[in-house]
């Protein structure tokens, strides 16, 4: 079965920092585009950040830019959102999804992960 599932959410502090994993069964990774979006309450979902199949190109919203930083654990099938210097406005409910293309269409889902960012 086909399966993504994100973890590392919670509550931090603004300036915090967190780490957010997504885990894949049921498909490699690393054959796939994963990218990271968030949706906060009464908003449209957005895309936060995406790494190519490989990993060779990744790509940043520009209200994360050198805050967030997507990689891969090809061994464990991971890939990973860095969360840095954290803001309130980060808070949402983060995604991550496969695809072939960062710019194409994503097919599985996972159930999301809650980050807030509070004092």
Same mark, same amino acid.
């Given at each position: 079965?086909?399966?993504?599932?994100? /973890?590392?959410?919670?509550?931090?502090?603004?300036?915090?920092?967190?780490r957010?994993?997504?885990? %894949?069964?049921?498909? &490699?990774l690393?054959?796939?585009?994963?990218?990271?979006?968030r949706?906060?309450?009464?908003?449209e979902?957005?895309?936060?950040?995406?790494?190519?199949i490989?990993?060779?190109? &990744?790509?940043?919203a520009?209200?994360?830019?050198?805050?967030?930083?997507?990689?891969?654990?090809? %061994?464990?099938?991971?890939?990973?959102?860095?969360?840095? /210097?954290?803001?309130?406005?980060d &808070?949402?409910?983060?995604y991550?999804?496969?695809?072939?293309l960062?710019?194409?269409?994503?097919?599985?889902?996972?159930?999301? &992960?809650?980050?807030?960012? /509070?004092?």
């Amino acid at each position: 079965q086909l399966q993504l599932v994100e /973890s590392g959410g919670g509550l931090v502090q603004p300036g915090g920092s967190l780490r957010l994993s997504c885990a %894949a069964s049921g498909f &490699t990774l690393n054959y796939y585009a994963i990218g990271w979006f968030r949706q906060a309450p009464g908003k449209e979902r957005e895309g936060v950040s995406c790494t190519s199949i490989g990993g060779g190109i &990744t790509n940043y919203a520009d209200s994360v830019k050198g805050r967030f930083t997507i990689s891969r654990d090809n %061994a464990k099938n991971l890939v990973y959102l860095q969360m840095n /210097s954290l803001k309130p406005e980060d &808070t949402a409910v983060y995604y991550c999804a496969r695809g072939r293309l960062c710019r194409g269409s994503f097919d599985y889902w996972g159930q999301g &992960t809650q980050v807030t960012v /509070s004092s």
